[in-house]
Nanobody, 126 residues
Framework: VQLQASGGGLVQAGGSLRLSCQAS????????IGWFRQAPGKEREFVAA?????????DYAEFVKGRFTISRDNAKNTVYLQMNSLKPEDTAVYYC???????????????????WGQGTQVTVSS
């Protein structure tokens, strides 16, 4: 499956952005999907994940709980990351990824994901 992340941009602190992760090649509904981010000089870190099919299981990193919302629209073959109350420390390249196995285990770890989008830059100014 090929993933295309989009929706990044420049926003002031307190603002909002919605990132999209669209799939081609295969239906996205059969994959657990995660969002990760990487800031300059830092390691890639987990942001959020949603389970496959109906997306009944969702997980967030502590630092985005209450501000970010992950969702999926299987009809559009797309997973979204709604980001509200953005902070300058949210500045990073955001990546979506699809897990390679049916198991939800390991959802927090980038090494468990088999397919990655190209990333979209999010910059939050103070």
């Amino acid at each position: 499956v090929q993933l295309q992340a989009s929706g990044g941009g420049l926003v002031q602190a307190g603002g909002s952005l919605r990132l999209s992760c669209q799939a081609s090649g295969r239906t996205l509904s059969s994959y657990h999907i995660g969002w990760f981010r990487q800031a300059p000089g830092k390691e890639r870190e987990f942001v959020a994940a949603i389970s496959r099919w109906s997306g009944g299981t969702i997980d967030y990193a502590e630092f985005v709980k209450g501000r970010f919302t992950i969702s999926r629209d299987n009809a559009k073959n797309t997973v979204y990351l709604q980001m509200n109350s953005l902070k300058p420390e949210d500045t990073a390249v955001y990546y979506c990824a699809a897990k390679g196995s049916p198991s939800y285990n390991g959802i927090y770890y980038s090494s468990y994901y088999a397919y990655w989008g190209q990333g979209t830059q999010v910059t939050v100014s103070s």
